[in-house]
Every structure is written in structure tokens, then in C-alpha cells.
């Protein structure tokens, strides 16, 4: 399985990114797909993840970009996507897409077993 991740650039402070993710190899509709971050000296975290369940994908977000961005997944599953609105300064980071096989979906880094690139997503004030 190979993650590529695009979309990140240089935006100002209260603008807008889309991240893109798009998965091959295999059919990824079972997985749990999503995103983290990870700044310069800081350990890689969780942003937000989807998954198909109980016939409709569920999604979570962490706390700090709750209501500012937003995850999608295309029909097939394959591709993921992260809308990222109202950007702050603190937003910058580099941004990994990523593929968890459990059944629920999990915000450790340590649960999720493939993984992209990195796109990196600098917001200036």
C-alpha cells in the first residue's frame, strides 16, 4: 500500500488549505484513513480520521480543529481529503496522511501501519 499525499503550501493566517491523499494497492474501504500533523520538536499528532461504519463513514477530530476543518473520503474509499479553514499560525506543520486496519478509529499514531510522504503546511501571521 502506498499514501501520497498533496496539497500544502503557504497560506496566511485565516485562509484556506485542502489537503489530498490518495491510496493505492489495495482497496482501502475497510480502513480507518486519516490525518496527523507534526511540528518542529513536537511529537506527531492526531487531527482527524474516517471510517465506514454501521453503513455510513464516521468521522473524529481532535479538539484544537474541531469546527475548522473537515475530513471527506471519496465513494471508493480510496482517496481522503482534509478541507482546512480558518488556519492559524499554529496549524504549521508537517501533515501525514495515514491507514489504520482496526475496526474503530484510534488517534495513536502507533495504531496506524501505513503512511504518506508528508505535505508541508505553513500558515504565517
Known amino acids: 500500500v502506498q499514501l501520497q499525499a498533496s496539497g500544502g503550501g503557504l497560506v496566511q493566517a485565516g485562509g484556506s488549505l485542502r489537503l489530498s491523499c490518495a491510496a493505492s494497492?489495495?482497496?482501502?474501504?475497510?480502513?480507518?484513513m486519516g490525518w496527523f500533523r507534526q511540528a518542529p520538536g513536537k511529537e506527531r499528532e492526531f487531527v482527524a480520521a474516517?471510517?465506514?461504519?454501521?453503513?455510513?463513514?464516521?468521522?473524529s477530530y481532535t479538539d484544537f480543529v474541531k469546527g475548522r476543518f473537515v475530513i471527506s473520503r471519496d465513494n471508493a474509499g480510496n482517496m481522503v481529503y482534509l478541507q482546512m479553514n480558518s488556519l492559524k499560525p499554529q496549524d504549521t506543520a508537517v501533515y501525514y496522511c495515514?491507514?489504520?486496519?482496526?475496526?474503530?478509529?484510534?488517534?495513536?499514531?502507533?495504531?496506524?501501519?501505513?503512511w504518506g510522504q508528508g505535505t508541508q503546511v505553513t500558515v504565517s501571521s
Open positions: 474516517m471510517r465506514w461504519i454501521g453503513g455510513q463513514y464516521g468521522s
Open positions: 494497492g489495495r482497496s482501502m474501504s475497510n480502513y480507518v
Open positions: 495515514a491507514a489504520d486496519s482496526g475496526s474503530e478509529i484510534r488517534q495513536s499514531h502507533a495504531d496506524y501501519v501505513y
